[in-house]
């Protein structure tokens, strides 16, 4: 019965695309710094709505990212004048405590809330607009000392992890021998956010000698990923969205007689979305 699950698997990869990935070129992400008097929605400082992608964090350099830095007291609300698409966006912000207010073109409230995670990271506010066009952005301090923060709004921010799962069994390779597989099934670790993407993979505890090849299979999204056995590891994937919580099936084309417990190693992108 295992051996029919195992070609099942094969056989779901063996239609999908082999890439042999390269490196994409990107531009850097900006930074705007709120301007001297923005303290009602008249006078609203307009920026540039956060358009970031986990590709564009992938390569550290960011296109697409639009970062707001300020300092914000009780004293006056620092307001700002955003175009956003319409459907589901996120204000993201770190620093000291704070609220925020975000209000639509007529100026009614759509959502009014407390950032509390104090300078712990980026804490994400999620937000639906009907449609598409300008919103107000308020953001004032619970305090008389300033404090400083960074925000961006639109598109999520994304942040990084890692897992690494062992195979339950060992591979056994014989010269001229068949292909021989190993099952890594991350779709029950709660520990990986639902959206995560892999951005690179690393195979340990692999015996170079007797791999002549490794095919690497992604069972969400059928990619296939051709790896040196020299190396034992690939990067620059993000382009691919290969979910992270999905069945991995390695195949290994034998090269000589040996065996080994291969360990898989899977880092990722994830966008903060709560």
């Known amino acids: ?73 009780n004293k006056e609300t620092d307001w700002y004048k955003v175009y956003l698409k319409a459907g589901t966006n996120y204000l993201s912000l770190n620093g000291g405590a704070m609220e925020f207010y975000i209000k639509d073109a007529s100026l009614n409230t759509l959502k009014n809330e407390t950032y509390t995670k104090s300078k712990n990271g980026m804490q994400a506010f999620s937000f639906i607009v009907n449609k598409t066009g300008y919103y107000y952005v308020g953001i004032i301090g619970r305090t008389s000392a300033d404090t400083d923060y960074s925000m961006t709004v639109g598109s999520p921010t994304f942040s990084f992890g890692d897992t690494r799962l062992t195979a339950k069994q060992k591979v056994s390779l014989t010269r001229r021998g068949s292909v021989q597989s190993a099952v890594f099934d991350f779709t029950s670790n709660s520990q990986i956010p639902v959206d995560a993407i892999a951005t690179s993979v690393l195979f340990q505890g692999l015996d170079k000698g007797i791999i002549d090849s490794i095919n690497l299979c992604n069972q969400k999204s059928g990619n296939i990923l051709s790896i040196s056995s020299l190396v034992g590891s690939q990067s620059n994937l993000a382009s691919y969205n290969m979910p992270v919580k999905s069945k991995w099936v390695a195949d290994f084309t034998p090269r000589g007689n040996g065996s080994f417990t291969p360990v898989l190693s899977v880092h990722y992108v994830y966008p903060i979305i709560d």
């Open 1 to 73: 019965m295992k051996q029919n699950i195992k070609k099942s698997l094969i056989t779901a990869c063996a239609l999908a695309t082999l890439f042999n990935v390269g490196v994409g070129s990107t531009s850097y992400a900006s930074t705007v710094k709120e301007s001297p008097s923005h303290a009602s929605e008249a006078t609203a400082q307009e920026v540039t709505a956060n358009n970031e992608t986990a590709q564009s964090a992938a390569t550290g350099k960011y296109e697409g990212q639009t970062v707001i830095k300020g300092k914000a007291n």
